[in-house]
C-alpha cells in the first residue's frame, strides 16, 4: 500500500490503519450505500494526510490515475485551503474532514463507475462526475471541520487533560452528526472566544492529608517542610516545641452543591433569545466542571422537558450528549415557571446532596407567580435562585431570587455577566446586576 503523498514516512500497518479508520467512519455516515472499488483504504488515508500535513505535495506515481487525479484536485481547490488552517497537525479535525469528504463523495457520484473495468470503460465521464462530485462535498466538508473544530475545543477547555486522541476516535461519528444540526453550529459560534471570568477559588477545609496549599509555623510532624530537616537537632526540637516549625499547609476543598439550569423555551424565545440562552447554559457547564459541581440542565414551556445531567468530573461523552440536547429542543408552547421551579428543586433533592445549590431560570416570560408560593418551592432546600429575565420583568421573581438580572443585547458581555454574578453570589463576593 502506498500513500499518494510525498514526504509520508510511516509504516504500512499505521497507514493501513487510519485509511481503515477513516472508511469506516464513511461507512457509518453512508449507511448502506457502498463505496466504489477504487475508494480503499491507500485513497483513505492520502486524503487525511493531505488534510493534516502543512504542505502536503502529490506524488506523480501511481497504479490508479482517477485516484490520483481525484488527490491532485483536492490540493487545487481553493475551498481545500480554506478548510486546511482547522485540519493542520490535528488528528480528530482531519478525520472528520477525510470521512465527510468520502462520505459526500460517494452521494453525489453516479451509480456506475463502482468497479475497476467500468472505471476503465467510462474514465473520461467518471472524471467529470468525480470532479463535480468534490466541489460539491467540499462545501459540505468546511462546515462539518468548523463545527468539529470547535467541539474539540469546548471539551477540551471543558475537561482538559482528560481526553486522549484514542478516546476522542470512539466519539468521532458523534460529533459529525452533531456538526449537522445547525442549531449546535450557532451556539458554538456564539461562545467561540468568550473568555470566563477568572476562577474564584472553591471553600476548602483544614486537612493533614490535603493539597498543599502553603505553608505555616506549627508543631505537627507530619507536615514538616522539608527545609527544616536541616536545621541542628538541638534547635530543631526547640521549634517543635514550641511549635514554631515551618510546615506544609494542607487542605481539602469542601464539596460544592450542584449547578442546575431552567432553559425557558416558550413560543417567544425563537430565534436569538433561546441560542443566547443555549451558549449561556455551556458557559455555565464549563464553570460548574472546573469547580467539580455536578450539573442539570432542564427545558420548560408549559410542562418540564427530558431532564440533562453531568457528574462532576465528566468524560467526553457527558459533553457530546449535553450539546446534542440543547440542539435538538424547538422552542414552542407555553410558560409555568413555578412547575419548572418545583421539577427543579424535585431533581436535586433526589440527588440528596448537603451543600447549597444554585438554579439559574433563564426565561422571557411574564408569568403570574405568588411570592409566597415561590417561597415555599425554593426554601425546602438550600438553594440560590439566580433569574435571568431576557427584556421582561418579573417583580416576584426578583423578590425570592438571589440575583436578578435583565438582559436586552445578548452579546458576549451579558453572557460574561451571568457567569461571574453566579460565581460571585456562589463564593459569597458582594455583587450588583
Same mark, same amino acid.
Given at each position: 500500500?502506498?500513500?499518494?503523498?510525498?514526504?509520508?514516512?510511516?509504516?504500512?500497518?499505521?497507514?493501513?490503519? @487510519?485509511?481503515? +479508520? !477513516?472508511?469506516?467512519? +464513511?461507512?457509518?455516515?453512508?449507511?448502506?450505500?457502498?463505496?466504489?472499488?477504487?475508494?480503499?483504504?491507500?485513497?483513505?488515508?492520502? !486524503?487525511?494526510?493531505?488534510?493534516?500535513?502543512?504542505?502536503? @505535495?502529490?506524488?506523480?506515481?501511481? *497504479?490508479?490515475?482517477?485516484? =490520483?487525479?481525484?488527490?491532485?484536485?483536492?490540493?487545487?481547490?481553493?475551498?481545500?485551503?480554506?478548510?486546511?488552517? *482547522?485540519?493542520?497537525?490535528?488528528? =480528530?479535525?482531519?478525520?472528520?474532514?477525510?470521512?465527510?469528504?468520502?462520505?459526500?463523495?460517494?452521494?453525489?457520484?453516479?451509480? @456506475?463507475?463502482?468497479?475497476?473495468?467500468?472505471?476503465?470503460?467510462?474514465? @473520461?465521464?467518471?472524471?467529470?462526475?468525480?470532479?463535480?462530485?468534490?466541489?460539491?462535498?467540499?462545501?459540505?466538508?468546511?462546515?462539518?471541520?468548523?463545527?468539529?473544530?470547535?467541539?474539540?475545543?469546548? !471539551?477540551?477547555?471543558?475537561?482538559?487533560?482528560?481526553?486522549?486522541?484514542?478516546?476522542?476516535?470512539?466519539?468521532?461519528?458523534?460529533?459529525? =452528526?452533531?456538526? *449537522?444540526?445547525?442549531?449546535?453550529?450557532?451556539?458554538?459560534?456564539?461562545?467561540?472566544?468568550?473568555? =470566563?471570568?477568572?476562577?474564584?477559588?472553591?471553600?476548602?477545609?483544614?486537612?493533614?492529608?490535603?493539597? !498543599?496549599?502553603?505553608?505555616?509555623l506549627g508543631g505537627d510532624p507530619e507536615r514538616i517542610h522539608h527545609s527544616q530537616l536541616a536545621l541542628p537537632d538541638e534547635l530543631f526540637y526547640l521549634l517543635l516545641a514550641e511549635s514554631k516549625l515551618l510546615l506544609y499547609r494542607r487542605v481539602f476543598p469542601l464539596e460544592e452543591g450542584p449547578l442546575y439550569v431552567l432553559l425557558d423555551k416558550s413560543g417567544s424565545m425563537q430565534g436569538a433569545k433561546i441560542d443566547w440562552a443555549r451558549a449561556v447554559t455551556l458557559a455555565l457547564y464549563q464553570r460548574a466542571v472546573r469547580e467539580g459541581r455536578r450539573f442539570y440542565a432542564r427545558f420548560f414551556d408549559a410542562l418540564p422537558h427530558d431532564l440533562q445531567e453531568s457528574p462532576p468530573y465528566p468524560e467526553a461523552r457527558h459533553v457530546l450528549r449535553l450539546l446534542e440536547y440543547l440542539g435538538t429542543v424547538k422552542a414552542g408552547g407555553g410558560t409555568d415557571i413555578t412547575r419548572a421551579l418545583a421539577t427543579a428543586i424535585s431533581d436535586i433533592e433526589s440527588g440528596r446532596t448537603r451543600e447549597v445549590a444554585d438554579i439559574v431560570l433563564i426565561t422571557d416570560g411574564e408569568d403570574k407567580l405568588s411570592v409566597n408560593v415561590l417561597k415555599g418551592i425554593i426554601h425546602r432546600i438550600p438553594v440560590r435562585l439566580h433569574t435571568v429575565m431576557i427584556g421582561g420583568d418579573n417583580p416576584s421573581l426578583r423578590r425570592v431570587s438571589e440575583s436578578y438580572m435583565t438582559v436586552r443585547q445578548l452579546g458576549e458581555g451579558d453572557l460574561i455577566r451571568v457567569v461571574d454574578n453566579v460565581e460571585k453570589a456562589r463564593a459569597g463576593i458582594p455583587h450588583r446586576f
Open positions: 500500500m502506498g500513500i499518494l503523498v510525498k514526504g509520508v514516512a510511516i509504516p504500512e500497518t499505521i497507514a493501513e490503519y @487510519q485509511g481503515e +479508520a !477513516i472508511l469506516k467512519l +464513511a461507512g457509518k455516515l453512508i449507511g448502506a450505500r457502498s463505496f466504489p472499488d477504487w475508494i480503499d483504504k491507500e485513497l483513505a488515508a492520502s !486524503i487525511y494526510y493531505l488534510f493534516y500535513l502543512p504542505f502536503p @505535495q502529490v506524488a506523480k506515481e501511481s *497504479r490508479n490515475p482517477l485516484k =490520483l487525479s481525484l488527490v491532485s484536485n483536492i490540493l487545487e481547490s481553493p475551498s481545500f485551503w480554506k478548510i486546511k488552517p *482547522r485540519t493542520v497537525i490535528d488528528r =480528530l479535525v482531519s478525520m472528520v474532514a477525510s470521512a465527510s469528504l468520502i462520505e459526500k463523495i460517494v452521494r453525489n457520484l453516479p451509480k @456506475q463507475g463502482n468497479t475497476r473495468s467500468e472505471i476503465g470503460e467510462n474514465h @473520461q465521464e467518471l472524471g467529470d462526475s468525480l470532479s463535480k462530485a468534490l466541489s460539491l462535498a467540499l462545501r459540505q466538508v468546511e462546515k462539518d471541520t468548523r463545527t468539529a473544530k470547535e467541539i474539540e475545543s469546548l !471539551i477540551t477547555s471543558t475537561i482538559p487533560g482528560s481526553t486522549s486522541e484514542l478516546a476522542f476516535e470512539d466519539i468521532l461519528e458523534e460529533i459529525l =452528526l452533531l456538526s *449537522r444540526k445547525t442549531d449546535i453550529a450557532k451556539i458554538l459560534e456564539k461562545l467561540s472566544g468568550v473568555k =470566563l471570568p477568572n476562577y474564584i477559588a472553591r471553600k476548602t477545609s483544614r486537612y493533614p492529608k490535603g493539597w !498543599i496549599e502553603g505553608v505555616e
